[in-house]
């Protein structure tokens, strides 16, 4: 199989995968996957049915197969969806720091990071990747908070009040950070 069906096949599988079609996308990727050369992408698409499956046994396998070939930021955190799903939540948080310190701007990553720190108490530890996000992406208003938020429950409303002040410079429409800051005792 030459280098097009590879790509062919990957993209079809890509495509039937963002319709809900995944039978279609499983046989694409399975057909990519066992193309000439070895390439992450089809392994993640399998993993990514196997979740939407419920298969979190065989989703950890395929994506350590991914991580293997690759080891990036989307294997880090798609083997730590799945140990999230598990219940595995130190491991879980680990693998998500590891995508993060790849790519910052991972948003499955972050997102899971947050709530996981929240939920693990480990909000210190979330500060970092945060702030590592905004400084590429500063106008993302729900990081923002999400920093802002992790701030105020570690009793530093000072520096929270200035987080909540950017967003509504930038974002007034942002309703969520008005609401904050109207609770604060300033």
Known sequence: MSHLDYEINKELGECYLFMGELDKAEDYYKKAASSNGIHPDPYLGLATIAVQRGELENALSLYSKAHRIDANDKTFAGMGLVKMEQGQKDDA??????????????????????????????????????????????????????????????????????????????????????????????
């Open 93 to 186: 948080f680990s693998l998500f720091q590891e995508a993060l310190a790849r790519n910052p701007e991972n948003m499955v990553a972050l997102l899971s990071i947050v709530r996981l720190g929240h939920e693990l108490e480990k909000l210190e530890q979330i500060l970092a990747p945060l702030e590592n996000y905004l400084s590429i992406t500063p106008g993302k208003s729900e990081v923002r908070y999400s920093l802002a938020g992790c701030l105020v429950c570690l009793d530093r409303k000072a520096e929270a009040q200035v987080q909540l002040e950017q967003i509504i410079a930038t974002d007034p429409d942002f309703a969520p950070a008005q609401e904050l800051l109207a609770q604060f005792d300033l």
